[in-house]
């Protein structure tokens, strides 16, 4: 069952230099209680879906030229303001990349933990601060109750973390969009927060949609994987129909790059060249100029995103490629 | 390791120590010591590459500065090409430092917004007198291409790239004076995975054309794997385990180096790993821990951990580690 429905969502800037599609018709949807990875590299609309998702998008410049998301019935593109800060914080929560500027250096954490709690829930002074130590526990602070009288400095960037997200699911939300919430910490703090997530959503049972660039993420927490490219989709799939056979040549050359540690040493696989800028996003495919396998016909026609022949549990795997996988032929040689 | 007959490393560090001084007080006196470093020891063959790996805060930053200089050795031994440079007057050290580098870690902090990406990249020539104007705009280009930008690029400025190029303007300045050694330091830890590949494959092939001497410092094994000859593991100060990078992943001693090998997340979901998760945080450098720095967070840890340091012992084969079960 579909918890939310982003439906051909167009998020656009509209700058002094011109207009900036960051977000260009993406369709998707996160169903009740499951994690929904959307990977991508930097720059390709990961971030902006997500606030888009909030409403969060300045405006000026920013304007959601088209679209919707359906939570619960409603459109939150269209919902009054005051109507969206009751959902926002309460029904969709949000956990941000630096957990050192997603925090207020000047109030204690048990302050910003319990400040949701009494703006949504209607909790006094007490009772909140009561329950941000209760937070903390759930998150794994060792001495929640010390804690909440402490300021950012003091926690350590694995504690910040935790606070932050502690913050986020104080409110018991629906859903929760983490935005890179690893991706700053050390490799042994990113270990300790992803077993802490997946204790939380099984405890829970909260959708989340976790974005990241690292795949090895993705791997390990999410259940559906979402693929964005240069602001739109282009590959959709189950995680395991997934990382198995990539049908996008943007997946796998994502795949390719991870250095792994049972691949032999030595060159690792890379994908040439950079997102390109939404300024001018390339002709046709807009993956094109990077691809091993592009074709005249990448270079003229934007290919649509189509639901392809089903992978188990008969779950809906989408791919927007000219070509299949046994069809691709590859153009540019490989470093 | 190569069959090469090799007279000696590039680079010895023997006993290094920089402990950092916290002031206090009115009078502004020394209260106490941040432990940063503590007793390292380790060479580098020429032509190698030395992978340094740690959490944050373990010193392996401080490492790499003190090891140029950059910041000043509380004790110890830094041999480059056998002469033990923290000994020599800073005006003879100055020449020298041509021929050892750093690529830093945020590419966005370490160049100057102020400047163009050609007098970035030519400050070093001028300031050791390098070459003239024509040789400096010369030899920039090359850079510029060698690095996989081109030389028109000389006249903009750092915004206007994304954070992987950055990086490649950043091993340009490195390269300029045709260093010895380079220090990289987490050089891909600010980049996307994608970009993060394109960045080891330029260092390994830049290694490769002019026999670099790499020391690569990044806070994930995986990352170290791709491009070190050996492998040195830090925690709080002190190195835990040193190896032949094929050995340190095949056969891991220190139980802190399984666990940092663990936490690496795996790109496959049908590969379910055990994974050793570290409890807590790395203890304060000010105060370290008494006996094997480890032992509070180690699920292995006996009684005489927790009062008795160990040695780095040597297990043959390059392979050094410091724990008591060894």
Request: glycine fraction near 10%.
């Amino acid at each position: 069952m579909e918890l939310i429905q982003v439906k051909d969502l167009r998020t656009h800037f509209y700058t002094a230099d011109g207009v900036l599609p960051a977000v260009d018709g993406v369709t998707f949807h996160v169903n009740v209680g499951e994690t929904l990875g959307v990977v991508g590299e930097s720059g390709c609309g990961k971030s902006v879906t997500s606030l888009s998702i909030m409403r969060l998008v300045a405006s000026p410049p920013g304007r959601y030229v088209n679209g919707q998301i359906l939570f619960q019935g409603r459109d939150l593109l269209t919902v009054p303001e005051p109507e969206m800060r009751k959902i926002r914080g309460n029904d969709i929560a949000m956990i941000f990349q630096e957990p050192m500027t997603s925090l207020n250096p000047v109030y204690t954490v048990g302050d910003q933990i319990a400040e949701a709690m009494r703006l949504h829930q209607g909790l006094g002074p007490r009772e909140a601060m009561e329950k941000a130590g209760h937070m903390l526990e759930l998150v794994g602070v060792p001495d929640p109750h010390r804690r909440v009288r402490e300021y950012p400095h003091q926690l350590s960037g694995g504690m910040r973390q935790r606070a932050v997200i502690a913050m986020a699911l104080s409110c018991h939300p629906k859903l929760l969009i983490a935005d890179e919430p690893t991706t700053a910490l050390d490799v042994t703090v990113q270990a300790q927060i992803m077993e802490l997530m997946k204790g939380l959503k099984e405890e829970l049972g909260m959708a989340t949609m976790l974005i990241t660039h690292d795949l090895g993420v993705i791997a390990e927490m999410a259940e559906r994987v979402v693929v964005m490219y240069a602001g739109k989709v282009v590959e959709e799939g189950i995680v395991d129909d997934l990382f198995e056979q990539p049908l996008h040549p943007y997946t796998e050359g994502l795949l390719a790059c991870i250095p792994q540690l049972d691949q032999p040493r030595g060159r690792l696989r890379v994908i040439e060249g950079v997102v390109p800028n939404p300024m001018n996003f390339p002709r046709g495919c807009r993956f094109n100029p990077r691809c091993l396998y592009s074709q005249e016909v990448c270079r003229m026609e934007e290919p649509a995103l189509v639901t392809v022949g089903g992978g188990q549990n008969s779950s809906v795997r989408r791919v927007a490629c000219h070509f299949g996988v046994a069809e691709r032929v590859r153009t540019k040689e490989v470093a | 390791m190569t069959g090469l007959t090799v007279v000696s490393p590039l680079l010895e560090v023997k006993g290094l120590k920089k402990h950092f001084p916290i002031m206090g007080g009115v009078l502004s006196k020394v209260v106490g010591y941040n432990y940063a470093v503590d007793g390292v020891t380790f060479s580098v063959e020429r032509g190698q590459t030395f992978g340094l790996v740690g959490e944050s805060g373990c010193g392996k930053t401080t490492v790499g500065r003190t090891v140029l200089r950059l910041t000043k050795a509380t004790a110890g031994e830094v041999r480059f090409e056998g002469k033990n440079i923290l000994a020599l007057p800073l005006s003879r050290f100055r020449r020298m430092r041509g021929e050892m580098q750093i690529v830093f870690q945020d590419p966005y902090a370490s160049l100057n917004p102020r400047m163009t990406v050609g007098e970035i990249i030519g400050e070093p020539i001028i300031i050791h007198r390098a070459g003239s104007a024509g040789e400096r705009a010369k030899r920039v280009s090359e850079l510029l291409d060698l690095v996989g930008l081109q030389a028109r690029d000389t006249r903009r400025f750092p915004h206007e790239f994304s954070g992987g190029q950055r990086q490649r303007i950043g091993i340009a300045r490195a390269l300029a004076l045709n260093p010895k050694l380079v220090i990289c330091d987490e050089p891909v830890s600010a980049l996307d995975v994608s970009i993060q590949s394109q960045i080891l494959n330029l260092l390994d092939e830049l290694q490769e054309r002019f026999q670099l001497t790499y020391i690569f410092i990044a806070h994930g094994l995986h990352v170290v794997r791709h491009v070190s000859d050996m492998v040195g593991v830090m925690y709080l100060g002190k190195l835990v385990e040193v190896a032949p990078t094929d050995e340190l992943f095949s056969r891991p001693c220190h139980p802190y180096t399984e666990a940092l090998l663990s936490a690496i997340p795996i790109p496959n979901p049908k590969k379910k790993q055990q994974r050793i998760v570290l409890e807590g945080d790395v203890p304060s450098p000010v105060n370290p821990p008494a006996g094997c720095r480890f032992h509070g967070r180690c699920r292995r840890a006996t009684e005489r951990c927790k009062v008795e340091e160990p040695d780095l012992k040597d297990l043959g084969g390059g392979h050094q580690v410091s724990c008591h079960l060894f």
